[in-house]
């Protein structure tokens, strides 16, 4: 055989088992053979279990079930970044808490100015603009930002087997939807490019704004309180709200996940699918659950093993975790 | 020829008429020419007004827009036919107002209550049960309820042209979305059988709902408190929380419409497209603008004119109104 012919063989050969495996960073084995399992099931006409492709609603979380969310939220690192670009304009910050924390990187007293210190904070980062200039400020710290401990870009550091996923779903006729705890305006602008998302799928929390004409132009200008919070018991009503039909498969990885997951599995007749990421992967990524600070998984992995939802054990089930890997 | 094959000819003909006239019940004039342009230039690659398919938002208006609003709103309707059906449950309020008013069918003493009777009205019918037994109430309502004067079922008294309007659109890639002032749980169970959009493609207003679970059950309990006002300004802040970017084209009817199209033309490059749905059709449907109670234009009608949208003068612009007509 000419050496040519056989490389091109080879290469076919590759691609026949990549179309033939949907899920090729997943390893094999009970937690891949239940997504697959479900799928299946789901989609074969006239099986007991069909739903037809106008009800194949899939809602994933994003922080610690899309992309990473240690040593912290990575929209928690975007307000502290813009405290800082925003200090030479608010000389009094130097000394004003929780301000004072952010510029001296001093953790500890951030963590000392509680809750409320955080609100301070996230009110003068995310409103004050109009929604066009925030989705504007987003787009260009995510371009610049990198994490700290891969030296990439936050929008690298997005898991490759749950973008496998998410195609496979879309693939199999599931709409696809993020429904996260974040900001929904800090999500939109880059849901789409990273895991073909549109902003119209996209479920999160919000502040309210206002309605303004201004030189002609329409805007909606950002203010400091809070509309909705889409977290624990709000992710449900979230998802009423936003998509008006129970999902039939949920994806997260946290205890702010656990009513979605209810909501999405229990009492329900049909096929119905839960999944928790659990990260067990200090080495390639980060190892965490009962005693987390960002992403505590602890109730919701009690209500996995009852409620037989899906658990990723990312160092046994993952092949790799990032793109890049 | 022989007759049956000249049949067959003449109804071919026809066929192709209809193929190559996508709104049918349309007049040709103005109006219609108005739409068909906008359509071909977002479509047209290459040229200049062309916009990708992700971004071919299109908004409509409910009530009045494409459906009836006279002589009430249908959900008013449905509100004072629920106050009838629990009366039997509630015999205190045959001498309590607002409800004595709506059993006594005594309009004047109705409006006397005010928005505080209406309120108490929305909030004894339309909270105080699950979303999923909401969903079953109304339902069975429109299966039943007759319209006075037209004795149609509400959902056959949807504009035949407004619904080849949202199939033209969809057939050019465009995703059709509700935004109306309506209850969005009042919309949801109908508007993907009568209009072809789904639950999530509809933005209402809402009440706000509490997450429980019942004998293991996850349920949504709908309570008497207000959590969204889809109209006027509300309109372009449902619609940013919702579908997350702005409509290259709205359609309404009223004044509540004004900030939509607004949101959706001004100030924006690339084309956009308005309309205005006029009321002029006092013999076919109802004639009111200025100075209706429901469904009033007044502001909206100037501003069509300023910003150049376009307005359907019913009687002359559609064929017919109804797909029965």
Redesign the interface.
């Given at each position: 055989m000419l050496p040519v012919l056989s490389v091109s063989l080879r290469s076919k050969s590759a691609m026949a088992q990549a179309q033939s495996d949907p899920l090729p960073s997943w390893n094999d084995g009970a937690t891949k053979a239940s997504i697959l399992d479900f799928v299946a099931r789901v989609t074969t006409q006239n099986g007991p279990y069909f739903v037809p492709v106008?009800q194949r609603?899939a809602t994933f979380d994003n922080d610690g079930t899309l992309w990473i969310e240690q040593p912290m939220y990575i929209q928690l690192a975007f307000a502290l970044d813009r405290v800082k670009a925003m200090a030479p304009m608010n000389p009094e910050w130097k000394t004003k808490q929780p301000f004072a924390a952010v510029l001296d990187n001093d953790l500890k007293a951030l963590a000392a100015s509680g809750e409320k210190g955080l609100v301070e904070i996230i009110a003068v980062t995310h409103a004050g603009m109009t929604?066009a200039e925030f989705e504007k400020i987003v787009t260009d710290w995510l371009a610049t930002a990198r994490d700290r401990r891969f030296k990439r870009p936050y929008t690298e550091l997005v898991y490759q087997p749950m973008l496998e996923l998410l195609a496979y779903l879309r693939a199999n006729g599931f709409?696809t939807f993020i429904v996260s705890g974040g900001g929904?305006?800090f999500m939109?602008p880059w849901t789409?490019r990273i895991y073909g998302i549109?902003?119209?799928?996209?479920v999160g929390s919000?502040i309210k704004?206002?309605?303004e004409?201004k030189?002609?132009?329409?805007t909606?200008f950002r203010l400091p309180d809070i509309?909705f919070i889409d977290d624990k018991?709000g992710k449900?009503?979230g998802i009423?709200?936003?998509?008006?039909?129970r999902p039939i498969a949920a994806f997260g990885n946290s205890d702010g996940d656990l009513?979605m997951l209810?909501?999405t599995t229990?009492?329900a007749s049909g096929a119905r699918f839960g999944l928790i990421v659990h990260h067990t992967d200090a080495e390639r990524e980060y190892a965490y659950d009962r005693d987390s600070h960002f992403g505590k998984l602890d109730v919701a992995l009690d209500a996995a093993a009852v409620n037989k939802w899906a658990v990723v054990d990312m160092k046994k089930d993952w092949k790799r975790i990032f793109a890049f890997d």
């Open positions: 106008d609603i929604t709409k929904i305006e939109r789409e549109p902003p119209e799928q996209v919000s704004t206002r309605f004409i030189d002609g132009a329409p909606l509309n018991a449900p009503i009423n709200e936003h998509i008006g039909r009513e209810q909501w229990l009492g």
